[in-house]
């Protein structure tokens, strides 16, 4: 099974400001890597999935880069709403695997 | 808009049975590999199965592989799993989604106690 090594596990930011999380995988698994957004009582929100391609709705201040085994999403000019936990996830092979999540909350 | 309607979850006892279903509206669900995870009070999450979009393959982790079962009914644009032999490591909150990536629903709880 991949891996999935997600950090840091808590960030805290004011809006405006840009914020990078890591995912990193124990092989390479392309660009098949998604980027979900857990808010409370929401469902789970896809963001970016290959790697870099932005979910039809998501915002433009949210980027993904990365291929083979080391992945960023980046979060530019942080909005209110954007406080959330963050979690990776790679669909390059069964088992899904997920990173354990970045809590992302207002300093 | 697409939705997932998971229910079914409840409070069990160690070894009872528990049937999940996920209702899908807002896209063609018989065109969709369809999955169940889960995620375990202050735990990651993992994925526990597939359904291929024809009910052709199906694929389970380890962990659940010999007692739980997933089906599906494109006629009435459902998804099941069927969990047998309940532990209590099976407490968990159960999501259905969509494809490799995309959708999931809201999530359903099942805790599995004495």
């Known amino acids: 099974d991949v891996q999935m090594t997600q950090s840091p596990s808590y960030l805290a930011a004011s809006p405006g400001e840009s914020v990078s999380i890591s995912c990193k995988a124990s092989?390479?698994?392309?660009?098949?890597l998604a980027w979900y957004q857990e808010k409370p009582g929401k469902t789970n929100k896809l963001l970016i999935y290959?790697?870099?391609t932005l979910q039809s709705g998501t915002p433009s201040r949210f980027s993904g880069s990365g291929s083979g085994t080391d992945f960023t999403l980046t979060i530019r000019s942080l909005e209110p709403e954007d406080f959330a936990v963050y979690y990776c996830?790679?669909?390059?092979?069964?088992?899904?695997?997920f990173g354990s999540g970045t809590k992302l909350e207002i300093k | 808009e697409v939705q997932l309607v998971e229910s079914g979850g409840g409070l069990v006892q160690p070894g009872s049975s528990l049937k999940l279903s996920c209702v899908a509206s807002?896209?063609?669900?018989?065109?969709?590999?369809m999955n169940w995870i889960r995620q375990a009070p202050k735990k990651g999450l993992e994925w526990i199965a597939l359904?291929?979009?024809?009910?052709?393959?199906?694929y389970y982790a380890d962990s659940v592989k010999g007692r739980f079962t997933i089906s599906r009914d494109n006629s009435k644009n459902t998804l099941y799993l069927e969990m047998n032999s309940l532990r209590s490591e099976d407490t968990a909150m159960y999501y259905c989604?969509?494809?490799?990536?995309?959708?999931w629903g809201q999530g359903v709880m099942v805790t599995v106690s004495s």
């Open positions: 989604a969509k494809g490799r990536t995309g959708d």
């Open positions: 807002g896209f063609t669900f018989s065109n969709y590999g």
């Open positions: 359904i291929y979009y024809d009910s052709s393959n199906k």
């Open positions: 092989k390479s698994i392309n660009t098949y």
């Open positions: 290959s790697g870099s």
């Open positions: 996830q790679q669909h390059n092979e069964y088992p899904l695997t």
